[in-house]
């Protein structure tokens, strides 16, 4: 009788808060980090996605209407000059932290922008000529009624009879400004986020993250409960007792490191990309939305968290193992007459 119970306790009880127990652990133990973050990001793989000739051709072409068929790769060279890694390093940092900062109650107000206003700068400037001369290089001759020029109705095109050494220094060098000008200094990532509770929803004082530690902390101390009370309950031997603490742990801990393992795995990578492909993100800036991009980011971040769920599993699985041979290694108490 004493072992249903233990059984029914386990199936029902046990393994479900052990379970939940050791994923919110696994998950906030990443999810929570904003180091985690800004070093999965912080990688050559996704700087050489951004700055790939797929992504570039997507932003210039997304501000300048190039026929598909133009030779960008002059343009892409200028733009690696002006976009570095140390820029982007800074760019993608920033986000990471104004996030962070605003969940753990620091600022009130979060709104993820890219500061565009040094590559500007720099194409107004030292690199304004490479980049004039690498753009009338990529731009076709105009065609018979077409007006060239890079506002409404107009066509991105060389005039013919000017020479492209005079069509830079007389036109193309006082519309840069002016061109540039209507683009914003700062581009949005997605609306502003206000907190207006400072995330103060468990306890005063207690930012967000904090209140998800605890409140993991208390599943766990649940759990825990639970798992040696019906430990308790099956058996009134200790090396009985100690076997069930293992096993019920192994079981619940098994999960956990498979789920780790299939994290890591070329199919979970391929539906983590389908994923991104099927979501809307059109309201993400071209060079964040690109496929190559989202690829690169995922490649970096799936791999630590599956480091993650397979930590937990693998402590606890061994935990449960030392449980399980401690039972083992018990001498069995003898019984009295």
Not at 56 to 73: E, F, K, M, N
Not at 101 to 108: A, F, K, P, V
Not at 304 to 318: D, E, K, P, Y
Request: hydrophobic content about 50%; charged content about 15%.
């Amino acid at each position: 009788m004493r072992k249903l119970i233990a059984v029914i306790l386990t199936i029902c009880l046990v393994f479900p808060l052990l379970l939940a127990s050791l994923t919110a652990f696994s998950t906030i133990s990443w999810a929570l980090d904003r180091t985690f973050f800004t070093d999965a990001l912080d990688q050559d793989q996704v700087y050489q996605a951004i700055l790939s000739d797929q992504t570039l051709d997507d932003v210039l072409r997304s501000y300048i209407a190039l026929p598909a068929d133009a030779d960008t790769q002059a343009l892409n060279e200028v733009l690696r000059s002006v976009i570095t890694q140390d820029y982007l390093k800074g760019q993608l940092s920033a986000i990471v932290n104004g996030f962070f900062d605003n969940i753990q109650g620091i600022t009130r107000e979060f709104t993820p922008t890219i500061d565009l206003l040094p590559i500007k700068t720099a194409l107004t400037q030292e690199k304004q000529d490479e980049f004039l001369t690498a753009l009338v290089t990529a731009l076709p001759d105009c065609q018979s009624g077409q007006t060239p020029g890079f506002g409404e109705g107009q066509t991105p095109c060389k005039p013919q009879g000017i020479s492209e050494e005079l069509l830079i220094e007389n036109f193309l060098k006082p519309a840069l400004p002016q061109a540039l000008a209507q683009i914003p200094d700062e581009v949005p990532l997605s609306e502003q986020w206000y907190n207006e509770q400072d995330w103060q929803v468990y306890l005063p004082g207690m930012a967000g993250p904090a209140g998800v530690m605890l409140s993991v902390l208390f599943l766990a101390f649940i759990a825990l409960c639970f798992w040696y009370i019906t430990a308790l309950i099956a058996d009134s031997s200790w090396r009985v007792r100690l076997q069930w603490l293992g096993w019920m742990l192994m079981v619940s801990a098994l999960p956990v490191f498979f789920l780790g393992l299939v994290l890591q795995s070329s199919s979970a990578l391929y539906w983590a990309q389908y994923g991104l492909q099927q979501a809307h993100l059109g309201s993400l800036p071209t060079f964040l939305s690109s496929p190559t991009v989202l690829q690169a980011i995922t490649e970096s971040i799936l791999p630590r968290v599956a480091n993650a769920f397979l930590a937990v599993g693998g402590i606890a699985g061994s935990l449960a193992l030392g449980f399980i041979v401690w039972g083992l290694a018990t001498a069995k108490e003898r019984q009295t007459a």
